[in-house]
């Protein structure tokens, strides 16, 4: 492009522009401030909010939130009913993490060491189609799959294993009358849900293995299967760590997907819902967002330290 | 590098796992297309009865799905533009140099997608209320775009830092002005990144139903529609004709995006 084309700048544009370049430290302020308000003071004001809101408590007869610094509405978290919410949550993000890890790995494996030119192509849309799709599309799909006429009881009929469904759902706590009202049906949902989050970091962390490394084993005489185990597997985990940290937070904080597909019994998110709209106790909800988030900021804590950041 | 080996084959037990693993992620959405051409209108009965486009034509014909979709648009638009606005500020500021406090800015950034969904909605709902502020299509805009900053950030920051500082000075030594500069230089090497990182916000703003529930009042999204069909289900048949549009939608921005992605590697000044 030559000068010509673009004309020299005169006048205020010019001076304005001058300032810029004289003072880049104002600049940069100029350039953060509009985004740091925004998150700022609606955000972080949002949360901070919510926050001190955990710290007042609501009258029992009236139904009127006191405005007085209490820890009362943190000790009624610790009731058996709350606590087994909490548990029944964790416990959930943590079985689905897991889950979702184990189904996971081969999928990046694959895609991150043998597949190449166009499957690679279609390993990454592959991944990222599912991961981008419609939340409750998905968990609609699951609605249609794990409905007593849908296509999973069908199959299960027509291999004749309808036994093998029935003795599943006759289990306590995994079990129920149907797989979209047990704990089952939400497992599979969110495992599903999820999936491609575990996927990608996985993967990534499975390209940055340099090959040497892997020549270098065999070179050492590894098998296959040593070389997996002890070169490929421990460089691999930063990125099971980093896949576990969404999966995990999503998990926790999910109120939709128990709520169409499994039992009565709530989650964390579900009571947060319940509680901050109908019940309108707001405190008890606020109590209730804290314990996510401090999980949360452990289990962050613990991945940094193990390089799950990197893996990101 | 990874061809360790020409020839290298992957275990047969691997190509199962992988394969059954990419036939998990996509079955299930693949029958949400089959659906939508049931003629079964009281169950999710399964091998459908028989096939229909009658459907499709019902929900043609029904006004609270088209306002539904209307407003989803709209809301997506509008937080899309102020995220890009927003994130690539951001971006900008934060790849130009090192300065205090830049950790603890890209992390405020990611806060609202990595604290989980439902304590950004509840903060946002309980201030509107201790503000006093009604809720209204501006508070939805709100908790949209405080959520998408990030897909834009994201985009744009990783763009920013792979376009050479030197650049901005040879525009400057050729007489363009920091606007200039900006508008002929940085612009069209960041462009598709920008593009590529509104999609995305789009996307997840379209879809978006955790923070809508909480920032909206009496508007109806597409997602909040979906919701109410799924909780308590009414009209089966629309609702899987509905679903498949959806499944449509998302998927043309995300193929549009990685492709924009992808050709845009080859940054001008990368130096790699």
């Given at each position: ?5 673009i004309?020299?700048?005169?006048g ?6 001058d ?8 600049t940069l ?9 925004w998150l ?13 809101q955990?710290?007042y ?9 006191n ?9 009624e ?14 416990t959930?993000a ?7 890890a ?5 999928i ?5 060491r043998?597949?190449?030119g ?5 390993f990454?849309?592959?991944?990222m189609?599912?991961?981008w ?14 409905a007593r ?5 069908w ?5 004749h294993?309808?036994?093998?469904v ?12 149907s797989l979209s009202?047990?704990?089952t ?27 040497n490394l892997?020549e270098?084993?065999?070179d050492l005489?590894a ?10 597997f421990?460089l691999?985990?930063?990125g099971v760590?980093?896949?576990?940290i969404?999966?995990?937070?999503l998990?926790?904080?999910d ?15 579900q009571?947060?819902?319940a509680?901050?709209g ?5 405190p ?10 401090l ?6 804590w613990f ?8 893996a990101? | 590098?990874?061809?360790?080996k020409?020839?290298a084959?992957?275990?047969l037990g691997?190509?199962?796992?992988a394969g059954?693993?990419l ?7 693949l029958?949400i ?12 009965q399964?091998?459908p ?6 459907w499709f034509?019902?929900?043609w014909g029904?006004?609270?799905l088209?306002?539904a979709?209307?407003?989803s648009l709209k809301?997506a ?8 606005l ?6 900008a ?5 090192k ?8 992390l ?5 997608i990595?604290?989980p969904?439902i304590?950004t ?17 501006w508070?939805l805009?709100i ?7 990030v897909m ?6 990783a ?5 050479h500082?030197s ?6 030594d050729?007489g363009?002005d920091?606007?200039q ?6 612009l069209p090497?960041?462009?598709t ?10 996307a997840?703003?379209f879809d ?9 009042g009496?508007q ?30 998302t998927?043309?921005p995300?193929?549009l ?6 050709d ?9």
């Amino acid at each position: 492009m030559t000068a010509a084309e673009i004309p020299q700048s005169r006048g205020l544009r010019g001076a304005l522009s001058d300032w810029f370049w004289r003072n880049p430290g104002m600049t940069l302020f100029l350039m953060l401030l509009p985004p740091l308000l925004w998150l700022g003071i609606i955000y972080l004001g949002s949360l901070f909010a919510l926050l001190l809101q955990s710290f007042y408590s609501i009258d029992e007869y009236s139904g009127l939130i006191n405005r007085e610094f209490t820890l009362k509405t943190y000790a009624e978290l610790f009731k058996p009913a709350n606590l087994d919410i909490i548990l029944r949550t964790v416990t959930m993000a943590a079985l689905v993490t897991v889950g979702s890890a184990v189904v996971a790995f081969p999928i990046a494996y694959f895609a991150a060491r043998y597949a190449k030119g166009r499957w690679k192509a279609i390993f990454y849309l592959g991944v990222m189609l599912p991961l981008w799709s419609s939340y409750l599309v998905k968990v609609y799909a699951w609605k249609l799959i794990l409905a007593r006429e849908g296509i999973l009881n069908w199959t299960f009929a027509k291999l004749h294993l309808t036994w093998l469904v029935e003795a599943w759902l006759a289990l306590p706590i995994v079990g129920g009358n149907s797989l979209s009202v047990s704990h089952t049906g939400t497992f599979l949902v969110f495992l599903y849900v999820w999936l491609p989050y575990m996927i990608l970091p996985i993967q990534a962390s499975l390209e940055r293995v340099p090959g040497n490394l892997i020549e270098a084993a065999s070179d050492l005489g590894a098998t296959p299967r040593q070389t997996f185990w002890n070169v490929l597997f421990p460089l691999a985990l930063p990125g099971v760590l980093a896949g576990s940290i969404f999966t995990f937070s999503l998990t926790m904080g999910d109120y939709i997907i128990p709520q169409i597909v499994g039992t009565s019994r709530r989650f964390i998110g579900q009571a947060v819902y319940a509680h901050q709209g109908t019940a309108g106790n707001i405190p008890l909800a606020a109590a209730f967002t804290v314990a996510p988030i401090l999980i949360m900021g452990v289990y962050l804590w613990f991945a940094k330290r193990k390089g799950a950041f990197d893996a990101l | 590098m990874r061809s360790d080996k020409e020839g290298a084959r992957a275990p047969l037990g691997l190509k199962i796992a992988a394969g059954l693993g990419l036939a998990f992620l996509h079955l299930p959405i693949l029958l949400i297309f089959v659906y939508a051409f049931t003629t079964e209108e009281r169950s999710y009965q399964w091998p459908p009865p028989g096939f229909t486009l009658k459907w499709f034509g019902v929900a043609w014909g029904r006004a609270d799905l088209w306002e539904a979709l209307i407003l989803s648009l709209k809301v997506a638009s509008l937080a899309t533009l102020l995220a890009m606005l927003l994130g690539t500020l951001c971006a900008a500021a934060m790849s130009r140099t090192k300065f205090f406090g830049r950790e603890s800015i890209s992390l405020l950034i990611i806060l609202p997608i990595a604290l989980p969904g439902i304590v950004t909605g509840v903060a946002l709902r309980s201030a509107f209320n201790l503000a006093e502020i009604p809720f209204s299509f501006w508070t939805l805009i709100i908790g949209h775009a405080t959520f998408c900053v990030v897909m834009v950030y994201n985009n744009a920051v990783a763009r920013f830092r792979r376009l050479h500082g030197s650049l901005m000075e040879a525009a400057a030594d050729l007489g363009a002005d920091g606007f200039q500069a900006f508008r002929y230089v940085v612009l069209p090497n960041i462009g598709t990144a920008l593009l590529a990182g509104g999609m995305l916000a789009f996307a997840l703003s379209f879809d978006e139903v955790i923070v809508t529930t909480f920032t909206a009042g009496q508007q109806q999204t597409l997602p909040i529609w979906m919701l109410e069909e799924l909780v308590r289900p009414r009209q089966r048949p629309v609702t899987n004709v509905a679903a498949m549009v959806v499944a449509l939608a998302t998927f043309l921005p995300i193929l549009l995006a990685y492709r924009l992605t992808r050709d845009g590697d080859q940054t001008a000044g990368a130096g790699k």
